[in-house]
């Protein structure tokens, strides 16, 4: 969905690196999500941001860290990337406004790579 | 653990054939939703049913929802080889959380 970007798109990095994945949306949600997703697996859920001060931990936040920077931008930070981090990452908004679906609007994701 | 856990977990199929997929859930839910995933791309929504609704069509897709069994099932009809993908549910809850399932990946063979 193009009103959801991710950057960069893909990514090779080395072990203890850090690195900061970016997410923007022009959809006017209020909440936004960063997943994982593993070759053959479903998502899992890292962090998710129900407004620019509300952040929460998901599923697997060890190792992640998150920003807000403004209702349009969560960024996804790996503060010292380790191999089993590799995995294609995912950005996702839902309207969070009453009577609402929270039908979810992913980005193109992430493949990231750590050696 | 995963709220929905769909079945099968791979399905192939010819073309023109019909493709099943259903998902079971555990708790009670506002809405279901499912998703397709084309190879490493992010998920596209497809069909909502809401929890007092019992079918639902949109074009080739029927969704059907079961609440006293806790499962929905996913029809396509008169697949097409460009209905190759991961197919997903996402169950909403009551407190408004969405949880996806393992998927299902299909593949339709022309």
């Known amino acids: 969905d193009a009103d959801v970007t991710q950057t960069p798109r893909n990514r090779i990095t080395k072990t203890g690196k850090r690195i900061m994945l970016e997410c923007s949306q022009t959809?006017?949600?209020?909440?936004m999500y960063w997943y994982r997703q593993d070759p053959g697996l479903g998502l899992r859920l890292i962090y998710y941001?129900?407004?620019?001060?509300?952040?929460n931990k998901g599923e697997i936040s060890d190792g992640y860290s998150v920003s807000r920077q403004a209702q349009a931008k969560f960024s996804l930070s790996l503060e010292s990337a380790i191999p089993n981090q590799t995995a294609l990452y995912f950005c996702a908004t839902s309207d969070w406004s009453l009577g609402g679906t929270d039908t979810q609007y992913f980005g193109p994701g992430t493949r990231l790579t750590v050696l | 653990s995963q709220q929905g856990e769909e079945d099968p977990q791979a399905l192939s199929i010819q073309e023109g054939e019909n493709a099943t997929m259903n998902c079971s859930y555990k708790?009670?839910?506002?809405?279901l939703q499912w998703y397709r995933q084309n190879s490493g791309r992010g998920l596209v929504h497809l069909i909502l049913?809401?929890?007092?609704?019992r079918e639902k069509h949109s074009g080739r897709l029927r969704v059907t929802l079961d609440t006293s069994k806790k499962s929905s099932s996913l029809l396509i009809t008169a697949s097409r080889a460009a209905d190759t993908a991961s197919y997903f549910c996402a169950t909403v809850t009551t407190a408004r959380q969405l949880t996806f399932g393992s998927g299902t990946q299909l593949t339709v063979l022309p």
């Open positions: 959809k006017g949600h209020d909440r």
């Open positions: 049913i809401r929890s007092n609704e």
């Open positions: 708790t009670s839910i506002n809405n």
């Open positions: 941001s129900f407004d620019v001060k509300d952040i």
